[in-house]
């Protein structure tokens, strides 16, 4: 596909298909998304790829640690979360839409409860990754790790496999850090699920609101 082609029909698949993803094909996107830029080419990201038991004993052991210690969700790494508008709006409007979809109403705490659960099993994709990056890295070295995770997204969808980034694996990570003994100098920074979106779910049809060029833009000297 031509980059546009990617970009326009890459989308964030909440519900997967079980059919599992070649070694060799996860090898190979990854081996392509590592061409992404980075700040004076310190390629600061790590990622940890589960499959098979290992990311079913993942799955498995964050959510029993969510229902036993359910206070156990801050961040190991500071997060300012002081959104404001435009984009607490352009949230609220897409949590609406996707559970909508999903059929799950307002105030339903005990049904959002539970697919927020669905990010710790990566939407029941069949494989999951795992992004740490070194504790002692600044700002710039984060802003590469996202540029190598968007890479990834396109050189899936260049090759028919979708993707859906989880932010939720910053959360719960003293699990993440044990089952995959991540050392104890690497933040664990967010996850990923990788696979075949199951086109069958409402979930998947969410398209979400773009803004125009004008509205973030601002040229100069033309």
């Known amino acids: 596909m031509h980059i546009d082609e990617v970009l326009a029909k890459r989308r964030s698949a909440r519900a997967f298909k079980p059919d599992p993803l070649d070694r060799a094909l996860v090898e190979e996107i990854l081996r392509v998304a590592s061409l992404a830029p980075s700040n004076t080419n310190v390629q600061p990201w790590k990622?940890?790829?589960?499959?098979?038991?290992?990311?079913?004993?993942?799955?498995?052991?964050?959510?029993?640690?969510?229902?036993?210690d359910p206070t156990d969700a801050a961040a190991e790494f500071p997060r300012a979360n002081k959104r404001k508008e435009p984009y607490i709006s352009r949230m609220r409007k897409l949590g609406k839409d996707m559970y909508g979809l999903l059929e799950i109403p307002k105030g339903d705490q005990a049904a959002g409860w539970r697919q927020w659960g669905r990010n710790y099993a990566f939407f029941d994709a069949p494989v999951g990754l795992i992004f740490t990056i070194d504790k002692?890295?600044?700002?710039?070295?984060?802003?590469?790790?996202?540029?190598?995770?968007?890479?990834?997204?396109?050189?899936?969808?260049?090759?028919?496999?979708?993707?859906?980034?989880?932010?939720?694996?910053n959360n719960?990570?003293?699990?993440?850090?044990?089952?995959?003994?991540?050392?104890?100098?690497?933040?664990?920074?967010?996850?990923?699920?990788?696979?075949?979106a199951d086109e069958t779910q409402a979930v998947n049809t969410l398209v979400a609101d773009r803004e125009p060029v004008e509205a973030f833009t601002t040229f100069h000297g033309f």
Request: aromatic content about 10%.
């Open 47 to 68: 990622v940890h790829v589960v499959a098979g038991e290992v990311r079913d004993r993942l799955e498995r052991e964050v959510l029993a640690h969510r229902e036993t």
């Open 172 to 196: 719960y990570w003293t699990v993440t850090r044990r089952v995959l003994d991540v050392p104890e100098d690497q933040y664990i920074a967010f996850g990923m699920a990788l696979g075949y």
């Open 136 to 169: 002692d890295l600044d700002q710039m070295n984060w802003i590469d790790l996202g540029l190598f995770a968007m890479a990834i997204m396109l050189a899936a969808k260049a090759r028919g496999v979708d993707t859906c980034a989880l932010g939720a694996w």
